[in-house]
Every structure is written in C-alpha cells, then in structure tokens.
C-alpha cells in the first residue's frame, strides 16, 4: 500500500516524533544525546530551519520546528541518517535505528505551538523520570528558563518567549516558566499511541516510587512490605509485570499474585 503524503504544514511548524524501531533505546550515554544534538544543529543550520524546541527521551525524540529552505523530510531524512551511522559504528550494530519514518503534526496556531512545547517539555515528568520539569537536561527547557543549551545557537525561543512579553525577556522568561509547569491534561500526536517503558525506563520509574528501598532489597523484605511495594509497581503507568519482575530480579507469579 502507497504512503499517504504529508500534509504540508502552512505555518511551517511541526511537532515531530522519531522512535527507535520495536521501542529500541536509541541513547545509552549523555554522549549519544550530545552527539544527536550536534547532528540536529548541523543539518537545521544548513537548511535553515529553526529549532524551538525538544526532549530527547531514552527511545525517540519529540521536536519542534519551523521548515527552511527545504521540506521537513529532506532535513529529517539527513539527521536520522547521521545519528544511524554513528550509532551503528559506536555500538557495532547493523540494520535500521528509527522506527520507519518520523510522525509529525501541523502546529497551525499559537494556541497550540504553547501546548506542545509545554507537552514536550513534560513528557520526562509524565513518564515518571523526572520529579520537575526543569531536571531533563536532554531538553530545550532550561534553554527557556535562560539557561545555555548544547550545541549553543542551537534553541530558537524568540517566536514563543515573545508570545509571553514581546520587549522584556526576564518577563518572558518568568511568564513562559509558569506557564510551562502547569498541571495540564495536555494531548499530542502521541497520546494514543504510548507503549509501555523500555526496561530503563521503568526502572528510574521505580526508584522514584520506592523511596530510599534498593531494587535489590525488594526481594528479600518481609512478605507484607514486599506486596504493598509491589503493588505499587503494578500501579505505574506503562510498567508490565514482567518487566517488573525483570527489574526486580522477582517471579512474575509473585508479582502477580501480590
């Protein structure tokens, strides 16, 4: 069956969304998330085209951008290809990295450009592994927040801080900020789509929800505090009994039956 042709968006802006294929962790070290960065700051500047916002998760990627001087796929197709090959040659992989090709959305109206730079920025808090927004480093966040981001020249917040005060940027950038923190039942193109975590994933989950307990010790407490702990774990969003019991070097039966 033919591929159905993107709609071209008529503000020029995208929400984009790169996956690594079946859920694959495509960064395993703050090196890949640098390097990625490096490689989307490489091919923006060559064709022009303005980065307003990301967060890099441990399996895909949420952008968002203004079309250059050539179309959004072109610019994607050179970025997915670059970070491929060096992750293939870093890590001695072979085959396909991303998951076909990127999804994307039109973000045809300012009501929404605000939505999914709140929705992107949120995402590390939503999916449990940060306590505040502001803790991703592997976001354009704190690059709102004044903060400098890697590779400098990288972030252009000017069109959404200018939504916020259009001649005061400490203005802008304190407004922006509260806006950003909102508690927000906010919805993109990858709302109906989550999966369940990938195995790191779930593991930073865990953590955050068992306090000061080691995922070691799990095992071996008593029987009553094991089974309020572990169903807590079966609590968390996107987490599978057998992934928990993977993680906590536990029977999927127990897990079950707690």
Not at 157 to 172: P, Q, T, V, Y
Request: hydrophobic share 35%; glycine share 6%.
């Amino acid at each position: 069956m033919p591929r159905i042709s993107r709609q071209k968006s008529q503000s020029g802006i995208y929400h984009i969304i790169l996956r690594g294929i079946n859920r694959r962790e495509i960064f395993h070290e703050d090196k890949d998330y640098r390097r990625f960065l490096e490689i989307l700051a490489k091919y923006t500047k060559e064709s022009e085209t303005k980065v307003h916002g990301w967060c890099l998760m441990n399996n895909h990627v949420h952008l968002l951008i203004g079309e250059g001087k050539e179309e959004i796929s072109a610019t994607m197709k050179r970025i997915g290809v670059s970070f491929a090959w060096y992750y293939n040659r870093k890590y001695e992989s072979t085959g396909h990295l991303f998951q076909d090709r990127f999804k994307s959305e039109n973000v045809e109206d300012d009501k929404y450009l605000l939505t999914v730079i709140r929705y992107i920025h949120q995402n590390p808090l939503k999916a449990g592994i940060a306590k505040r927004v502001g803790d991703w480093k592997w976001s354009s966040c704190n690059g709102y927040y004044g903060s400098k981001t890697h590779p400098l020249g990288l972030l252009d917040s000017n069109l959404i801080l200018g939504m916020f005060s259009a001649d005061n940027k400490e203005l802008a950038r304190s407004r922006f900020k509260e806006f950003n923190e909102d508690i927000n039942n906010d919805k993109c193109i990858d709302y109906e789509s989550k999966l369940r975590l990938t195995d790191e994933e779930a593991k930073q989950k865990i953590i955050m929800h068992i306090d000061e307990i080691g995922l070691e010790q799990v095992k071996n407490l008593p029987k009553s505090e094991r089974d309020e702990i572990l169903q807590t774990v079966k609590g968390i969003d996107g987490i599978t009994q057998r992934q928990a019991a993977r993680i906590l070097d536990i029977s999927p039966n127990v897990i079950f039956k707690a």
